[in-house]
């Protein structure tokens, strides 16, 4: 039987970045001209090894509407900040001009990367909000555990087609590999 | 169109007191996806103790286990728990009564230039209480090939234990 989890698009990071966009038709980082499209529902992303070329740095993304970051503060986003090594945090925003994925700094040091599997829903609607779900699971440029569970939203009824990933004052260096897939209706 | 969720292997036990899932992780994949599918202790309650194995099958001990997780209770507050550098990652809960799961998404662990990370959720039931879960995440800080794991209890016997591993390709 076919599966039903379907690779659409992934790029892996053959020198520093600024950002990957997955999907995002020919805006899309791969070459592979993708989108999220009508075809699925729901979409996910995995990200393994995502590390800053540089230290101290925080990962965002943005979704895309015909190939292009949504760039206005309309993300909000709430969630848990689980550390290894520290008290939790409730991590509630709204009206950012950016979602963020671990709600800390990577670092340079070795192993201070983030992973991260993200659902996408009502991405191609484009009278509905956009939703995802974060999970992440990273180390800080200190070398400590911490990780997100929670979600985001972009409260504009567009058509998504992709979404972007990089950190915010630096760039995404040498391995990190982000991958799209739509889940089968 | 073939999928990108791909199914590696089911490993099950009854009367057992932990569950090796050998062989599991490869270089044919980077993220792995594992679904404890059932668990019931024979009597008593217990957690659950996940050890990574090493590339000759042997359960990685030492203190290279961090880990944070979210507990949450129907019954009762919600409760953090955080550790670093332990021999194990515990967590969850599990009883005689009913059976409960959880879905783990594992990174890199046949990377041996990579630390071996892991995040989680949780589902269970504690009799006379209800239901009870974790949102979790960890790493293993070595730099090694890991080829499976190991499941227990913080004690007891197994009266039934199965796991699932798949690869996201």
């Known amino acids: 039987m076919a599966g039903s989890l379907i690779k659409i698009d992934e790029f892996t990071v053959s020198s520093p970045i600024a950002s990957v966009i997955l999907g995002g038709g020919s805006s899309g980082s791969s070459g592979l001209n993708a989108s999220i499209d009508s075809t699925y529902d729901v979409y996910m992303v995995k990200i393994n090894n995502m590390i800053p070329s540089t230290d101290y740095l925080l990962g965002a993304f943005r979704f895309t509407e015909s190939g292009t970051p949504n760039t206005t503060s309309n993300y909000d986003r709430a969630g848990k900040v689980l550390k290894g090594n520290a008290v939790f945090q409730n991590a509630g ?14 670092g340079t040091a070795g192993n201070e990367s983030t992973q991260l599997i993200m659902y996408i829903f009502n991405a191609n609607n484009s009278s509905e909000y956009t939703f995802c779900t974060v999970e992440s699971t990273s180390r800080n440029a200190s070398g400590d555990l911490l990780g997100r569970q929670g979600g985001n939203v972009l409260t504009v009824a567009s058509g998504v087609d992709g ?12 391995g990190s590999t982000f991958t799209l897939y739509g889940l089968k209706k | 169109m073939a999928g990108s969720l791909e199914f590696i292997k ?62 949450l209770r129907a019954y009762n507050t919600f409760l953090e728990t955080k550790g670093t550098g332990l021999g194990n990652y515990t967590f969850g809960y599990v009883n005689a009564s009913e059976s409960n799961g959880f879905e783990m998404f594992v990174y890199n662990p046949y990377s041996s230039s990579d630390y071996t990370f892991l995040n989680y959720q949780h589902s269970s039931f504690v009799p006379s209480n209800g239901g009870y879960g974790n949102k979790g995440i960890g790493v293993m800080k070595s730099a090694q090939t890991v080829t499976g794991i190991k499941l227990s209890g913080t004690s007891g016997t197994f009266s039934s234990i199965a796991v699932s591993v798949y690869g996201v390709k």
């Not at chain 2, 993220?31 to 668990?39: A, C, N």
């Open chain 2, 10 to 71: 089911s490993t099950s036990g009854t009367s057992v007191s932990s569950l090796s899932v050998t062989d599991c992780f490869s270089a044919d994949y980077d993220v792995y996806e594992i679904s404890l599918v059932d668990g019931q202790l024979t009597t008593g309650v217990a957690n659950w103790v996940l050890e990574f194995l090493d590339s000759s099958g042997t359960p990685i001990t030492t203190g290279v286990y961090d880990r944070a997780f979210l507990t």
């Open chain 1, 93 to 106: 925003y709204v009206n950012e001009p950016q979602g963020y994925i671990t709600d800390d700094r990577n």
């Open chain 1, 163 to 174: 979404v972007q990933f990089y950190y915010v004052g630096g760039n995404i260096d040498t």
